[in-house]
């Protein structure tokens, strides 16, 4: 099994940065990808970003290209998703998620954070 914390939300104005952080534990966390979602009261979650475990290709949803950067490091059992140029848009609930086979899909993670919350001020 692996355990998921995340770190790093709190309220920004547009055009602010947060780093969010996903810290592994129990499953060897370098075989794993990674992947993160947001999701908004009454919608289903969206895939954002995510990450094979060798960090070698990346996925970003049209919306957060060139704003995003998802990375991770393995020796340090961490994920990271850095969030540039924020905007009001991007306001949810965000969750990191880790699985075999990873992809932008739900069912394709297994284990996931208990998330924590963006919120951006216009």
């Known amino acids: 099994q692996v355990q998921l914390v995340e770190s790093g939300g709190g309220l920004v104005q547009a055009g602010g940065s947060l780093r969010l952080s996903c810290a592994a534990s129990?499953?060897?966390?370098?075989?794993?990808?990674m992947g993160w979602f947001r999701q908004v009261s009454g919608k289903d979650r969206e895939c954002v970003a995510a990450i094979t475990w060798s960090g070698s290709n990346t996925y970003y949803t049209d919306s957060v290209k060139g704003r995003f950067t998802v990375s991770r490091d393995n020796a340090k059992n961490m994920g990271y998703l850095q969030m540039n140029n924020l905007q009001p848009e991007d306001t949810a609930v965000y969750y990191c998620?880790?699985?075999?086979?990873?992809?932008?899909?739900?069912?394709?993670?297994?284990?996931w954070g208990q998330g924590t919350q963006v919120t951006v001020s216009s």
């Open positions: 129990g499953r060897t966390f370098s075989t794993i990808a």
């Open positions: 998620a880790a699985g075999d086979r990873g992809g932008s899909y739900d069912w394709e993670y297994d284990y």
